[in-house]
């Protein structure tokens, strides 16, 4: 790996100053969010539409799928990819400009339906609450007559997918879905995780953490904080469950994973805080003995979302899990 130096963009860093406001929340910003696009006879190569998953939660989904597929009626099934956001467990959301442009990226590139989930944030509400969310959306494609999932989603062929924070619940929600029966989520069959640049961490620092600490993406006064706000109220450190997946020699639910012969992709870059952490991590499951597939390179914390052009290598990494765990 190279010490090659990246010229980081200027842009208004929402972990930099987190400001705690009383009654468990915090300031937030304004932010440009965006809105679906549904216009099947427009020139965009992807559209999207939202749809509803608990209104008392006030979570939703945002759905995209190939221009293609509708305008020309193919009868093609899509792989599904949940995708989940970063931003710490506390910031941005699905329609986030950065999270939407990514999506339609995704889609585009790997012929596939994407569903990214508004999820809760914290500390409003805390973890497990992201994770528990995750699961609403599994159970509502499940058994949803929605239109485009019905007409172009294959269901036996369905991926969790998350950038940073995502990454981590990514890793929860599959944790969860492994501890199930085989017939609990039927028709729909997970095949693999996407962990990008997972945040993960736990009391002790590791190298990449001290040699980055003061990192102008993500400096570890960010990584401690959003953990404080976002772990459980009462928690003692960072050696959580939730935080840290290797405390305690990792989750049993690891075991059915591999007996379900899911792949697990683990990806980082040499500027991340978390490089060291997600590399960890990586050759943990492997030895367990899970099918691993690992993409370690040059660049920052979730640099595509500033320089979409670098998603390309992560785009190949997840075809090639797609193709290896499809059958």
């Not at 400001?19 to 300031?27: A, C, F, S, Y």
């Not at 339609?104 to 609450?129: G, H, W």
């Not at 990449?208 to 401690?224: G, H, N, V, Y």
Request: net charge negative.
């Amino acid at each position: 790996m190279s010490s090659q130096k990246f010229v980081r963009p200027i842009f208004d860093n929402p972990f930099l100053n987190i400001e705690e406001l009383p009654n468990d929340t915090i300031k937030r910003q304004p932010e440009p969010l965006t809105q679906a696009n549904f216009d099947p006879n427009g020139t965009s190569l992807v559209i999207s539409k939202d749809v509803d998953l608990d209104s008392n939660k006030k979570t939703w989904m945002r759905i995209y799928v190939p221009r293609r597929i509708i305008a020309n009626h193919d009868d093609d099934k899509l792989p599904v990819i949940f995708y989940y956001h970063g931003g710490g467990f506390v910031f941005f959301h699905v329609n986030s400009y950065g999270s939407d442009l990514f999506c339609q990226q995704l889609s585009e590139k790997l012929d596939a339906m994407i569903i990214a989930l508004e999820y809760r944030l914290a500390p409003e509400n805390r973890l497990p609450a992201a994770y528990d969310d995750a699961i609403d959306g599994l159970n509502w494609i499940k058994s949803t007559q929605d239109e485009w999932i019905q007409n172009y989603a294959d269901l036996s062929n369905v991926y969790l997918f998350g950038s940073s924070s995502g990454g981590n619940l990514a890793y929860h929600a599959g944790l969860r879905v492994a501890s199930f029966s085989d017939k609990e989520l039927e028709p729909v069959k997970i095949k693999g995780l996407i962990l990008h640049q997972p945040y993960f961490s736990g009391k002790n620092r590791t190298e990449s953490e001290e040699k980055l600490k003061d990192d102008p993406t993500l400096p570890f006064q960010a990584i401690d904080k959003m953990f404080d706000l976002s772990l459980p109220k009462g928690t003692l450190d960072h050696d959580h469950e939730y935080s840290n997946p290797l405390l305690n020699g990792g989750s049993k639910h690891l075991d059915d994973m591999i007996t379900r012969g899911w792949g697990i992709l683990v990806t980082g870059v040499s500027e991340d805080p978390l490089i060291d952490a997600s590399r960890n991590f990586a050759d943990f499951i492997e030895k367990k003995g899970v099918k691993t597939f690992k993409l370690f390179g040059d660049g920052y914390h979730v640099i595509e979302l500033f320089e979409p052009s670098k998603a390309a290598v992560l785009f190949d990494a997840i075809r090639d899990l797609i193709s290896a765990t499809k059958n």
